[in-house]
């Protein structure tokens, strides 16, 4: 999870800057890529280790998943749909942001997550951990302020700031709201974490297909489904795949904990490469304080977050 955060977010960023705007192709296919090759993956591994190779079992459990546990097929478009906007509103804002900025920000997401898991699932926060919530929003608040004095000196002239901040606190309550409910549904039920992707790519891919219909048809008639396509894209429509397995991994067989620490971590490296290969900003003292805030208010929740974390609440 971790070289898959941190290099999403970097790979995402340089492919959509290091190629001309006449040669830029379209968030919403990539996104659609994406559930795609997620649900091929899935198919294959839940055939492998779901079914043990067998068609005959693989029918059985795709049957039983999809038409007798309806109900619990439906319940999963709600995180699906919501995944599907979380993505495009990734490209939108690290389109518009550098990727050091776009991974602190998007660190809110703990805050949008532990009120969510706090409001849906009944369970308590220790007070370390509101603490740190405290600190992690100002910490926020510096990098923004950071940034903001300095972005007219770094940000081209197609990038908006404003309106990738926007994107990233939307993103971030999506998130929040999508992931705690993925994770009542992954530790409630007994279906594998194959099966469950299969289904969340199976309604992400009617939702993003849509999506591609509404916003972009016609760019996609006029320049191809494909256009602007090169090795960056295909490889961060690759990690963006593999991060919805990962995290259904995680999920299912860890908790926020290991979670949180992965963030953290993924933070450190992306906002260090971003500096040192994308140049996308200069270290200053108000950004490390407020990175460091973060950074360090990301490991004290995480470190503390037992009583919240994982789908037993008698952990």
């Known amino acids: ?45 839940s055939f492998i280790f779901d079914a043990a190779g067998s068609t005959k079992s693989f029918k059985e459990i795709i049957n039983g998943e999809f038409v007798v546990k309806w109900k619990e097929f439906a319940m999963l478009g709600v995180p699906s749909a919501l995944y599907v906007v979380q993505n495009n509103l990734q490209y939108l804002a690290s389109s518009n942001l550098p990727a050091d900025v776009y991974q602190v920000l998007s660190n809110l997401k703990i805050v949008t997550t532990a009120l969510l898991t706090v409001v849906m699932l009944g369970r ?63 530790k409630t039920t007994a279906a594998s974490i194959w099966v469950r992707n299969i289904q969340l790519s199976f309604i992400g891919i009617l939702i993003s297909g849509l999506a591609c219909y509404a916003r972009d048809r016609e760019n996609i008639s006029a320049k191809g489904f494909f256009h602007g396509y090169d090795w960056t894209v295909y490889l961060t429509i690759c990690l963006s795949a593999l991060g919805g397995l990962v995290v259904a991994i995680v999920v299912k067989f860890a ?34 304080l407020g990175a460091s805030m973060v950074l360090g208010s990301s490991v004290i929740y995480s470190s503390n977050s ?7 609440s008698s952990k």
């Open 124 to 186: 308590s926060l220790r007070p370390t951990q509101w603490g740190a919530i405290g600190s992690l929003t100002v910490g926020i608040a510096i990098v923004q302020l950071s940034f903001a004095s300095s972005a007219s000196a770094r940000a081209s002239a197609s990038q908006n700031p404003v309106f990738g901040f926007l994107c990233i606190l939307v993103m971030v309550i999506i998130s929040g709201f999508a992931g705690v409910f993925f994770e009542k549904v992954i």
């Open 255 to 288: 908790d926020n904990v290991v979670k949180g620490f992965a963030t953290a971590i993924a933070l450190v490296i992306s906002s260090s490469a971003s500096m040192g290969v994308l140049h996308d900003s200069e270290f200053t003292v108000m950004f490390l």
């Open 1 to 45: 999870l971790v070289v898959q955060n941190s290099s999403l977010v970097l790979m995402m960023r340089f492919s959509r800057i290091h190629t001309s705007p006449d040669r830029l192709y379209l968030s919403s296919t990539a996104v659609l890529c994406a559930e795609i090759l997620k649900l091929f993956v899935s198919v294959v591994f």
């Open 306 to 312: 037992g009583s919240i974390s994982g789908g037993d």
